[in-house]
């Protein structure tokens, strides 16, 4: 009743902006092609009665692109989805929230990119909060590899690499250079229930190329790998803090370092780790240190001042748990 309750007030406000001759119902995503009568007509039929969830996907959602009440509607009904319309239904709403933001003026000014890192992270959450955290409607660790290709400017659509695109990023400031992995996390985070461990063993997934929907090409440049590690870490370092109940303190104002895409606040962190007594918490402590281990070794590899400073962080924090 709730999902249908919520097609048909979409349908209302799609239906008063093409009224109104609002170009708004083509930015929602609604194909123009359906008008006025066939909306009157869809508003009718859902006020007819209670629809089964097939009824309300293939009638309703799908045609007028509503891709995260589709992801509900599969989650509702508990199907067994083919995992590949899943990851596609997930980059359509992705897509949908990243052409919601109005182009900027010059083009691809210094904003842009964070604002639309912003918008899909908003999508994340907003579903992710609705549906259960299983791999059958939430493909974390492809939602999450999808979220760093935003941040690095390679999805949807690549990042302009003409003389005057990069002139006009001079005087950016360095925080809209930054990967915005505090962002993706944190949305992640909330999206999974605050599960830290459950968002560590998907970027896991992701490093070690194990994740379906996402190439080897796409996870193995240098630039994802350090994203990915560096994501990685700021997850090892909540889920130390929530394992041992010591406060890290990042203060509020802290910057990235533009440069490699690390919150310096992370790398600086020394606090002492207290390990608890509870054997589960040891158990925990324990796979956390190894997981800092090889995280350590693999930004070791990639080498580069970057891959340096995120190996010295793993090495310490592994040293204090």
Known sequence: VELQVAIHGRLTNIRSEVA??????????????????????????????LLQAS????????????????????????????????RQLWDNLLLQAWERVPASRPV?????????LHAVCSAVEELGTCISSNEGTFPLAFVAFRLEQVAAEVWPRPHMTSSSARSMAVGCDNHNKAFGTPLIVSSLSRSCNGSVLALLRAYELLLGRHVAGVSDAEVSSTRMRHQLLAGLFMQCSMAAEELSGVQLGLAADDSYDAGHGTPESLLRTSTKLAVGTDPTTARQMGYLAEACERFALEAHRLGGVAGEELAKSFDDLRRRL
Request: charged share 15%; with cysteine; glycine share 8%.
């Open 108 to 116: 691809h000014s210094c904003s842009e990119p964070m604002q639309h």
């Open 55 to 86: 009824e309300l996907y293939n009638d309703f959602a799908q045609p007028c692109a509503m891709w995260d009440l589709c992801l509900r509607l599969i989650d509702l009904a508990g199907a067994d989805v083919d995992p590949l319309l899943v």
């Open 20 to 49: 109104a001759g609002s170009n708004m119902a083509v930015r929602s995503g609604c194909p123009s092609s359906i008008g006025l009568p066939q909306l009157d007509k869809m508003m009718s039929e859902l006020q007819g009665g």
